[in-house]
């Protein structure tokens, strides 16, 4: 299984970006796909999932208003578009597909197939 994240870069505060997912070696339409972000010094948190069928959509309190998940199951694709970007969204962002059949987790240990990561910084 692999995930290939994309879409980072550098944004001024209030800025927009568009992050993507695209997997591979696995019934992609089967899963939760989930975003995370880990920033320096912190910890790995969740960001946002979205259930197989995209009818169960979830976010972190600080993102709701701001982010959106989508996914494309025919093109094996899961967006994060991020709008109204503020400096504490600065992290490096994972997508990530959960275990088994969950319908909804925040928890980075029920993920086990992680992309690389790509960089987000928002600048002040």
């Known amino acids: 299984v692999q995930l290939q994240a994309s879409g980072g870069g550098l944004v001024q505060a209030g800025g927009s970006l568009r992050l993507s997912c695209a997997a591979s070696?696995?019934?992609?339409?089967?899963?939760?796909m989930g975003w995370f972000r880990q920033a320096p010094g912190k910890e790995r948190e969740f960001v946002a999932a979205i259930t197989w069928s995209g009818g169960g959509i979830y976010y972190r309190d600080s993102v709701k208003g701001r982010f959106t998940v989508s996914r494309d199951n025919a093109k094996n694709t899961v967006y994060l578009q991020m709008n109204s970007l503020k400096p504490e969204d600065t992290a490096v962002y994972y997508c990530?597909?959960?275990?088994?059949?969950?319908?909804?987790?925040?928890?980075?240990?029920?993920?086990?197939?992680w992309g690389q990561g790509t960089q987000v910084t928002v600048s002040s």
């Open positions: 070696g696995r019934t992609f339409s089967n899963y939760l």
């Open positions: 990530a597909t959960a275990r088994g059949y969950l319908n909804y987790s925040p928890n980075p240990q029920d993920y086990d197939y």
